[in-house]
């Protein structure tokens, strides 16, 4: 993988630019403040924030800013066989999360482009790129799985995900994120996940838990409250009922 031209730009006055991917070049252009007019192979789209471009190799691309219109935007033109792989079929526009993931990436390839030729890591510059592209390409198939669940419950898997490991993790917490009743998130979840929060929430706990038996020389007491269990024997309880085995007869195994 190569990266040509990594960089963040502002505009709010009038700014026009043309450009043709050349050879097996991609161009990536996150809009992150205000809107735009852009034209892809004489389609014209209006971009607003969240909205994601990949003109893809030898597709042409212009980009309009009016007085007074305010746009801000992170573009990167990179190639390489790897991304084609992902990226050959994506869309032209795709609107997604602006999370921190992505922002942070983009703006550590940046700094790292801005060092002096002698001191820039390539490896390091490989890695940031590589992460942002599968970023990216998580993003567009979170999209595409949205189109089938509705917002609201990838949300609150998101929000489990992030803190089911946590002391005092409840389902009310969801609720409130959620601005629904306690019932409602219940039933909504179980609808399009096919299990209940409490269950996905101690799927991710246990993963938690085995990753630090096997990984790690931390004592079962220990790891049953760092993984948000509360006890020890809650969590043998749980595991043994999950695994037909007891922790320490499993940790002995692996």
């Known amino acids: 993988m190569r990266i040509d031209f990594c ?14 991917s050349r050879f097996a070049s991609y161009l990536f252009r996150l809009q992150t403040e205000g809107s735009s007019l852009v034209k892809v192979n004489d389609r014209k789209h209006v971009v607003e924030k969240g909205d994601l471009l990949i003109i893809k190799p ?15 935007d992170f573009h990167l033109y990179c190639e390489g066989e790897w991304i084609d ?3 050959h079929a994506a869309p032209t526009i795709a609107n997604i999360s602006l999370d921190d993931t992505i922002l942070d990436l983009w703006h550590h390839l940046i700094i790292e482009g801005r060092r002096p030729q002698r001191e820039r890591n390539s490896e390091l510059t ?21 189109i089938y669940r509705p917002y609201v419950v990838t949300k609150m898997m998101r929000y489990i995900e992030e803190n089911a490991t946590k002391q005092g993790f409840k389902v009310q917490d969801l609720a409130d994120l959620s601005n629904l009743s306690i019932s409602r998130c219940i039933h909504i979840f179980k609808e399009h996940i096919g299990m209940t929060i409490i269950d996905y929430a101690q799927s ?14 931390m004592t079962l007491e220990n790891i049953s409250h760092n993984c948000g269990f509360g006890s020890y024997s809650y969590f043998h309880r749980v595991f043994k009922k999950t695994y037909g085995i007891s922790p320490g007869s499993y940790r002995e195994k692996v």
């Open 204 to 217: 991710i706990r246990m993963s938690a838990a085995i990753n630090q038996m096997k990984y790690t020389t």
């Open 58 to 72: 030898g597709e042409n691309y212009e980009l309009y800013i009016e007085d007074g219109q305010q746009s801000g």
């Open 7 to 20: 960089g963040y730009s502002y505009h709010d006055s009038r700014f026009h630019t043309s450009h043709q």
């Open 126 to 146: 490989n890695y940031l790129l590589s992460a942002l592209c599968v970023s990216i390409e998580r993003s567009l198939d979170k999209k595409n799985i949205d």
């Open 85 to 87: 792989l992902r990226f």
